[in-house]
């Protein structure tokens, strides 16, 4: 049985191993279509979903125009636009169907996730590896001890803190603005 410091020191390791080896090159890639799309869609399922959802609102307080898909107030989407997927196997049913319909509005397709030569390679225009233990158990991947895929939502959240905070840096962004974008109705 592990103690609270035994299992908080593992989870950080496995989260620094895991985003330590995030090829930078892809990171720029996605950075690059979330600046050039007019909107920015997230798309994914249970705790990978939760993690786009924040990632979406971080993104938000930066003054990207982003939305989840299904939310009541969702727009349509266009060919100026972003569809992120946020799926460890690339093989979910419901990322997969919509990044198909994505792409017949002719909206560019980032997908995150951890196997390369998934079914969402077939859509994606950028793909960003997070190298956490998947089903194919590829070379590279980082192995964790934690329950089910946690490994993989708790990388792509600090994944998108991690982004948003290279957009303040290469935009200059002062931190004291960016109140403006947070709700106020709390």
Do not use: C
Request: aromatic share 6%; charged share 20%; no cysteine.
């Amino acid at each position: 049985m592990s103690t609270y410091t035994e299992a908080t020191k593992q989870i950080t390791e496995e989260i620094t191993s895991s985003l330590s080896n995030v090829d930078s090159e892809q990171v720029d890639q996605l950075l690059e279509e979330i600046n050039k799309a007019e909107k920015v869609f997230f798309v994914g399922v249970g705790r990978v979903l939760l993690s786009l959802q924040a990632i979406a609102k971080r993104l938000a307080h930066l003054g990207v125009q982003t939305y989840v898909v299904g939310q009541i107030t969702e727009p349509a989407i266009t060919d100026k636009d972003l569809l992120i997927v946020g799926s460890g196997s690339g093989e979910t049913q419901f990322p997969l169907i919509i990044a198909s319909k994505a792409k017949q509005y002719n909206a560019r397709v980032a997908h995150i996730g951890a196997n390369p030569d998934s079914s969402m390679s077939e859509y994606a225009d950028v793909f960003v590896r997070i190298p956490v233990s998947s089903k194919i158990d590829a070379p590279g991947e980082v192995h964790s001890q934690q329950p089910m895929k946690s490994l993989f939502e708790q990388s792509l959240l600090l994944f998108g803190d991690s982004l948003a905070l290279m957009m303040v840096n290469k935009k200059n962004i002062e931190l004291q603005s960016l109140w403006e974008y947070h709700a106020n109705l709390e």
